[in-house]
């Protein structure tokens, strides 16, 4: 009756895997959340720990390695925007005192930061992440429709839509090649 043991190996090999993926991963994933959070990075944290617990769940049903940071990124926009419906929208939240932020670059990506993420913020929540995914993530519009579980033409409407919002409200030619450039302060 060897059974016993065998069962356990894969799950401390599982667990390991997890903890080794987490370590390596999280920075990066905490960046996404962040972008989809538009800059809350409270509530980024919350999504990230969120999506985290719920890949610990299925993590051994995940056979390819490489799928695994995938399955967590399509978790961590799925759960964005089931906070987005279920909190509802929130144009700004009001605190006592300002938050202490460390002092950042200041170059002239700064501005432009600055005037994107209340816009980001203000799109819905699909829009967001479809922008996050595209221009941050660098995902193909087919890697964000399965991120997203919709359609190719879904995601493309969703980043006309976006984008178009972007263009409108900065009050000039907003491009592709500006939305790289917008990045969340490093965790």
């Known amino acids: 009756m060897s059974r016993g043991p065998d069962r356990k190996a894969p799950i401390v090999t599982a667990d390991a895997e ?28 919350d999504l990230l720990q969120t999506a985290l617990a719920q890949a610990y769940v299925t993590w051994r049903r995940i056979r390819e390695p490489a799928a695994r940071e995938a399955y967590v990124r399509r978790i961590l926009c799925r759960a964005a925007v089931r906070r987005t419906r279920r909190h509802g929208w929130r144009a700004e939240e009001l605190v006592a005192e300002p938050p202490d932020d460390p002092v950042g670059d200041l170059s002239e990506s700064v501005d432009q930061r600055l005037s994107v993420r209340p816009l980001l913020r203000a799109l819905p929540a699909r829009q967001r992440a479809v922008l996050v995914l595209r221009y941050y993530e660098d995902l193909s519009e087919a890697q964000i429709a399965d991120a997203l579980r919709c359609s190719p033409g879904t995601v493309k409407s969703h980043a006309s839509r976006a984008m178009e919002t972007l263009r409108s409200q900065l009050g000039h030619d907003f491009t592709a090649a500006d939305a790289p450039r917008i990045r969340p302060e490093e965790p």
Do not use: H, I, N
């Open 18 to 45: 997890y903890v080794e993926f987490v370590q390596a991963r999280s920075s990066a994933l905490l960046r996404t959340a962040c972008l989809l959070t538009a800059g809350d990075r409270q509530a980024a944290e």
